[in-house]
């Protein structure tokens, strides 16, 4: 069965976890880090990005995967803190009407949430490398990161944004 064919049930039923500790960090400005761990599943081909983005500061956050460093195009994990919510998001334009929940079919995240602690947000997700139809995560190679955080929970036109990349 390929990892590929129902990665909500296997994303749900797979015998995976995430370290309590990183194995890599980037500081991806002066306010953001992005730690991360890649885990490989015991039970199938799958691999899994264990990440937690975390913001000194109060707002949305979203990291986005890109295929050339550009906004159009790119898939996002965006986490609204008043709501709670933490989804997939296409990127399809520049406008905010232009970011596009994706289907719930597409909506995969494992262990994924969003709390605002002591001035600080931190969102936390659990996501396939590689999902038929979306950008795919690298094991190997450079992966080409977008983030975006806004000046209040309200989603909206992002204060900061920036790209970065990752081996």
């Not at 015998?15 to 890599?24: I, L, V």
């Not at 406008?95 to 719930?104: F, K, R, S």
Request: charged share 20%; hydrophobic share 35%.
């Amino acid at each position: 069965s390929s990892p590929f064919e129902e990665p909500s049930n296997l994303l749900n039923s797979e015998k995976y976890s995430c370290p309590e500790k990183y194995d890599g960090f980037v500081q991806v400005d002066s306010s953001v880090k992005f730690l991360y761990t890649v885990v490989s599943s015991q039970a199938s081909l799958a691999s899994f990005l264990c990440g937690r983005l975390e913001y000194d500061g109060l707002g949305w956050v979203a990291l986005a995967v890109s295929k050339d460093t550009q906004m159009i195009g790119s898939e996002a994990i965006i986490g609204l803190p008043d709501s709670g919510e933490v989804l997939k998001y296409h990127l399809n334009g520049m406008a905010t009407n232009m970011v596009d929940v994706m289907d719930d079919d597409s909506q995969t995240l494992a262990d994924a949430s969003i709390v605002q602690e002591n001035g600080t947000t931190i969102m936390v997700f659990t996501k396939l490398l590689a999902e038929g139809g979306e950008i795919p995560i690298l094991k190997e190679g450079v992966n080409h990161f977008l983030h975006a955080r806004g000046s209040s929970n309200d989603f909206g036109y992002h204060s900061h944004r920036s790209s970065f990349g990752v081996n």
